[in-house]
């Protein structure tokens, strides 16, 4: 649970730089599309947080496992959203 926690916190940092880069630095960008982007990084990162600390099933290992593996699975989708989300407005693959 702590690994999974760090690594939430490592990708919601990397894409917030990589956004919050591409609203101060390439020129053209529309910065209230990026606003709306860096919002929606820190809600995906709270909400990962928020059910990382908190499995369904705690009684059956079986059911937690399952649990994380999909909240991996969620979390995957989330980022290549925010990360084609970052590229759309960026200009450029971000990836």
Same mark, same amino acid.
């Given at each position: 649970?702590?690994e999974?926690?760090q ?13 919050l880069?591409c609203?101060?630095?390439?020129? &053209?960008?529309?910065? /209230? #599309?990026?606003d709306?982007i860096?919002? !929606?990084? %820190?809600?995906?990162?709270?909400d ?8 369904? &099933?705690?009684?059956? /290992? #079986? ?5 994380? !593996?999909? %909240? ?24």
């Amino acid at each position: 649970k702590k690994e999974l926690k760090q690594t939430i916190n490592e990708i919601a940092s990397e894409l917030f730089v990589e956004c919050l880069f591409c609203r101060l630095y390439v020129p &053209g960008v529309d910065t /209230q #599309k990026a606003d709306v982007i860096l919002t !929606k990084i %820190l809600d995906m990162q709270a909400d990962f947080l928020n059910r990382a600390s908190r499995p369904d &099933g705690k009684n059956s /290992q #079986k059911l937690v496992k399952a649990y994380y !593996k999909k %909240l991996k699975e969620n979390l995957m989708k989330k980022v290549e959203e925010i990360i084609s989300d970052i590229t759309e407005f960026g200009g450029k693959d971000k990836s």
